[in-house]
């Protein structure tokens, strides 16, 4: 580690208030398809005035930074990634309060407790978001969903901008669209209002999520190690990529431990260990075949780091 980010360190270590820095830490351990190899520094802030103070610091001594959810969509590269990684946690990013229909979640909340946690409280309107892994934040950026889209009951969300300021944003200011939105690159969402329906019946909410989810285990491989759907659904088709693939007999097809999905073609699994390498040498041979059988130009839907 150079000089620049220990003395970074230091700065951001005197203004800390629960935060928790690793060096060199392995980076599988934080995605779900569990690939990655080391980064320089790991920085989970204490609060988003730490988070504020703390990116000010680093932009001025120009390191590189990127801030991650839960792993559930970014490819982590394979060796070294020389930035510091900010992961949104603890008590000041990761909660969820309730007050009647309206819900205040972290931008750190873990999207399947939050959706589970409103129904148990009779609570509806989360419910479509079932079996999806990431984050509150980063599940807003990309307008998550299954069978609705997280930007369906949002009210507002509370933003770091780029120049430092915390500020909060109604719905209506944001444009979004299928699994994007119009967030600048470098705005980190902090925390989320959103407002659903209380009716109270706590029991048929549950049972609405098992059956969701039960649908969702039969036609999509949540339990192996996954990055979601790998392609966007190309917007002028009505053949989605998942079927695209599937009818170019494409599933199956293997690069190293990287596997297409038998279950759902737009996923791919780590069958053990696989790579960045092989991920990505898999999306490109996928990409081709899906473009020879269809004239269609896929766009990953993940994030691919270098």
């Known amino acids: 580690m150079d000089k620049k980010t220990l003395d970074a360190l230091n700065d951001i270590s005197a203004n800390s208030r629960g935060s928790a820095v690793f060096l060199n830490e392995s980076l599988s351990r934080h995605t779900t398809i569990r690939i990655g190899g080391t980064v320089s520094v790991w920085y989970e802030p204490g609060t988003p005035e730490e988070l504020s103070f703390s990116l000010s610091v680093l932009k001025k001594k120009k390191i590189r930074v990127i801030v991650i959810g839960n792993g559930s969509n970014v490819l982590m590269p394979d060796g070294h990634l020389d930035a510091v990684v900010i992961k949104l946690a603890g008590d ?18 873990h999207l399947p407790r939050l959706v589970s946690e409103c129904a148990s409280r009779g609570l509806a309107g989360m419910e479509g978001l079932v079996g999806i892994p990431g984050t509150v934040g980063g599940g807003i950026v990309l ?19 780029s120049k430092g300021r915390i500020t909060r944003r109604k719905k209506e200011e944001i444009n979004f669209a299928y699994r994007r939105s119009s967030f600048d690159r470098n705005d980190i ?13 706590a029991p048929y909410l549950r049972e609405r999520l098992r059956d969701l989810f039960v649908k969702k285990m039969i036609s999509q491989p949540l ?46 699994v780590n069958s053990g260990g696989a790579t960045a390498s092989d991920v990505r040498k898999l999306m490109k041979t996928v990409s081709v075949r899906v473009k020879e059988r269809f004239s269609v130009d896929f766009v990953p839907e993940i994030n691919i780091l270098e």
């Open 92 to 109: 000041a990013f990761d909660y969820a309060h309730f007050n009647g229909g309206m819900v205040s979640a972290g931008a750190g909340t």
């Open 143 to 161: 307008n998550a969903g299954y069978r609705t889209s997280i930007s369906d009951r949002l009210l507002n969300v509370e933003i770091l901008t």
């Open 189 to 201: 969402i902090i925390g989320a209002v959103f407002e659903l329906d209380p009716v109270r019946d």
């Open 223 to 268: 339990d192996e190690k996954t990055l979601g759907c790998v392609f966007r659904n190309p917007e002028d088709r009505e053949t989605g990529s998942g079927r695209m693939i599937d009818l170019a007999g494409l599933k199956g097809m293997r690069e190293g431990g990287a596997v297409v999905s038998e279950k759902h073609g737009n996923f791919i």
